[in-house]
């Protein structure tokens, strides 16, 4: 059974930064590509860093820059920097041990498994 567990979501202030992380089993960590999405109210869910089972990462436009992905042992983190009102959502992270094509590392129907969210709500 897979079973992702978000935290490290909160308020903050535009420009500051936090860190999200995904709580897996090591097994899930290492061998299944990962990703974090994120919805805003009354928006579409979208794909904002992506990795695979061999650590190549992808990103959204709208964070390059800005937003880290990376793993170790069991937990999947995000560090993001520079945080705008804009990205204010819930953040979801998602598993799936298929192989992932490029143009979809950032699609949620590439991904089977999902954490129930963390919110993010950044300020002006």
């Known amino acids: 059974q897979v079973q992702l567990v978000e935290s490290g979501g909160g308020s903050v202030l535009t420009g500051e930064s936090l860190t999200l992380s995904c709580a897996a089993s090591?097994?899930?960590?290492?061998?299944?590509?990962m990703a974090w999405f994120r919805q805003a109210p009354g928006k579409r869910r979208e794909g904002v860093a992506s990795?695979?089972?061999?650590?190549l990462a992808t990103y959204a436009d709208s964070v390059k820059g800005r937003f880290t992905i990376s793993r170790a042992k069991s937990t999947l983190s995000r560090q993001m920097n520079s945080l705008e009102p804009e990205d204010t959502a819930m953040y979801y992270c998602?598993?799936?041990?298929?192989?992932?094509?490029?143009?979809?590392?950032?699609?949620?129907?590439?991904?089977?498994?999902w954490g129930q969210g963390t919110q993010v709500t950044v300020s002006s």
């Open positions: 990795i695979t089972i061999g650590d």
């Open positions: 998602a598993a799936d041990r298929r192989h992932i094509g490029p143009l979809y590392r950032l699609l949620g129907t590439s991904y089977g498994y």
């Open positions: 090591e097994d899930i960590v290492a061998n299944y590509n």
